[in-house]
């Protein structure tokens, strides 16, 4: 049986940052019959929940890697070294569990595949994977997005 890491959120965790779940029963339909590895990058990250807002600030999760971009909190505290540590955690527990594929929440500045926030916390978003997304893909996981389903 495949084995797959999935956003918790989108099984029902309520690991958001605002404190709720992004329940999705598409997504728990999916995952039938498949071995299910759930996971929440900020929450591997240690940064809590609830928890502040964040957005990536100057890039995409791909530039957060490389250094040349930030994730920041909406208040402006730098969160970078926590999104890289929760990436880190999560790329680890999918490599210790078999995991060839991850599907995850669109964006999320660690879960989002194909769109993120653009950093000006006005609504913005920009074409670009989040930090954790981003890591998994170089590290030959597949990843997949909620809207893929
Ligand atoms: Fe969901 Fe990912 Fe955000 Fe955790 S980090 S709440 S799993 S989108």
Known sequence: MERILVSACLLGRECAYDGESRMDPGIIDFCKGLEVVPVC?????????PREKHEIRGG??????SGSASVISISGKDRTAEFLSGARETLRLGKA???????????SPSCAVREIHSGRFDGSTIQGPGVTAALLEMSGVRIMSETDV
């Open 97 to 107: 569990n078999e995991c060839g594929t991850a599907l995850l929440k669109e964006h």
């Open 60 to 65: 995409t999760g791909k530039d957060v890697l």
């Open 41 to 49: 990058p900020e929450m591997l990250g240690q940064l809590g929940c």
